[in-house]
Structures are given as structure tokens and as C-alpha cells.
Nanobody
Framework: QVQLVDSGGGSVQAGGSLRLSCGAS???????MGWFRQVPGKEREGVAV????????YYTDSVKGRFTISRDNAKNTVYLQMNSLKPEDTAMYYC???????????????????WGQGTQVTVSS
């Protein structure tokens, strides 16, 4: 059983930066990990996904060049560095783990079985 705790959200102005962290109570070193976001009334969107060893990373098009996902398996922690934030990045952000995969990770939420509680990111113009 893995428990995930998201943190690092907040309110920033457009162009600012935030760093989200996802701490795991169990071992996640062999899991695909992802960050998702959701705004009210919309589907949860896969923002970034990383393989167990960090060798392969997926980003949704709207965050490429601005967001960076990384992981520290020794600390059971995954990060999302968000730079050049835009108002459209405003959402609740969730960390998630796919306990069944280490590689060939999917970006759709239905493949992820452990979720953090979410951390709110608000970007003002």
C-alpha cells in the first residue's frame, strides 16, 4: 500500500514559479509516477509522467518547455517544477502512482491506482 502526500501549491502571478512535491509512505522506486491536474467541470488531465528510473518522460503539449518532472527514489519523492506559469495552469494538481508499471508508462488517469490528496495552484494575470 502506498500513500501519497502532495504539497507545494499556492498562488502566484503569471510568469512565476512553483515546485510541487509528492512524498510517498511506501516504496515507489519501481513505479511509473505522474502529475495530473483538474479544474471543476473538466476531466483530470495528465500533465507529466516519468518512468521508474527517470529515463523516459511525457509532458502534455501545453506545459512542454515550462514544467519539469523529476524523482528521487532514495527519498520516495517526485517533483514538478513549474516555471513561466500561466493563468490557464490554475487547477488542483495531483500526484499519482501506477503500481503495475515501471516503464512504458501511460498518461491516462485510469492506469494510476494511488493518488495524493491534491494541492491547489492558482495563477493570476
Amino acid at each position: 500500500q502506498v500513500q501519497l502526500v502532495d504539497s507545494g501549491g499556492g498562488s502566484v502571478q503569471a510568469g512565476g514559479s512553483l515546485r510541487l512535491s509528492c512524498g510517498a509512505s511506501g516504496y515507489i522506486y519501481n513505479n511509473c509516477m505522474g502529475w495530473f491536474r483538474q479544474v471543476p467541470g473538466k476531466e483530470r488531465e495528465g500533465v507529466a509522467v516519468i518512468t521508474s528510473d527517470g529515463s523516459s518522460i511525457y509532458y502534455t503539449d501545453s506545459v512542454k518547455g515550462r514544467f519539469t518532472i523529476s524523482r528521487d527514489n532514495a527519498k520516495n519523492t517526485v517533483y514538478l517544477q513549474m516555471n513561466s506559469l500561466k493563468p490557464e495552469d490554475t487547477a488542483m494538481y495531483y500526484c499519482a502512482a501506477d503500481s503495475r508499471r515501471s516503464f512504458y508508462c501511460y498518461s491516462a488517469q485510469r492506469y494510476f491506482d494511488y493518488w495524493g490528496q491534491g494541492t491547489q495552484v492558482t495563477v493570476s494575470s
